[in-house]
T-cell receptor, first 109, second 117 residues
Framework: GQNIDQPTEMTATEGAIVQINCTYQ??????LFWYQQHAGEAPTFLSY??LDGLEEKGRFSSFLSRSKGYSYLLLKELQMKDSASYLC??????????WGAGTKLIIKP | GAVVSQHPSRVICKSGTSVKIECRSL??????MFWYRQFPKKSLMLMAT?????????EQGVEKDKFLINHASLTLSTLTVTSAHPEDSSFYIC?????????????FGPGTRLTVL
């Protein structure tokens, strides 16, 4: 079957760094996405990885290892507004997204 | 980036009525749109894949006669919840697939909060 695993909840301090891990087992792979979702809102796109390695975009970076079925999202210089759920999703060969359950990130002052 | 709109953003209705939700891609054509529902503190659940000019493909467990999907044009897909009941109360989100980029990305609408009394 297809499975996306990520931690349910994480807590971090304002100004610090946090890494959210995602492991996946899917029948097809056409890229991995990270989305941010605030309560009551639709997800917003953060990053896309299809090749192994690190993609950096401002305070956010995303890493992919296809051989290990593993990705992480790294958030630096955390701000209170980064408190949200972070969703890992793998795009299959039909361009459908297979979603993880999301990681709720709590930022404390 | 590409913009997807949804209408209405919030709807409250009585049990037994039907509710139509529109999803529009505003600045690009989308041959494929997806409909999701999301319960509180849960991840998105794909309900169906909507392809322009053809019948929607429903995920297992989703009643196609209850959740009617019409994708009549390259910029509009509609989801009609027929004879809604309280258990249909949820957050419904559509996304549109944009091709022609380095990758095929789904752009999400803002979502529709449905409350059935």
């Amino acid at each position: 079957g297809q499975n996306i695993d990520q931690p349910t909840e994480m807590t971090a301090t304002e100004g610090a760094i946090v890494q959210i891990n995602c492991t996946y087992q899917t029948s097809g792979f056409n890229g991995l996405f990270w989305y941010q979702q605030h309560a009551g809102e639709a997800p917003t796109f953060l990053s896309y990885n299809v090749l192994d390695g690190l993609e950096e975009k401002g305070r956010f970076s995303s890493f992919l290892s296809r051989s290990k079925g593993y990705s992480y999202l790294l958030l630096k210089e955390l701000q209170m507004k980064d408190s949200a759920s972070y969703l890992c999703a793998v795009q299959d060969s039909n361009y459908q997204l297979i979603w993880g359950a999301g990681t709720k990130l709590i930022i404390k002052p | 980036g590409a913009v997807v709109s949804q209408h209405p953003s919030r709807v409250i209705c009585k049990s037994g009525t039907s509710v139509k939700i529109e999803c529009r891609s505003l600045d690009f054509q989308a041959t494929t749109m997806f409909w999701y529902r999301q319960f509180p503190k849960k991840s998105l659940m794909l309900m169906a894949t909507s392809n322009e000019g053809s019948k929607a493909t429903y995920e297992q467990g989703v009643e196609k006669d209850k959740f009617l999907i019409n994708h009549a044009s390259l910029t509009l897909s509609t989801l009609t919840v027929t004879s809604a009941h309280p258990e249909d109360s949820s957050f419904y989100i559509c996304s549109a697939l944009a091709g022609g980029l380095d990758y095929n990305e789904q752009f999400f609408g803002p979502g529709t909060r449905l409350t059935v009394l």
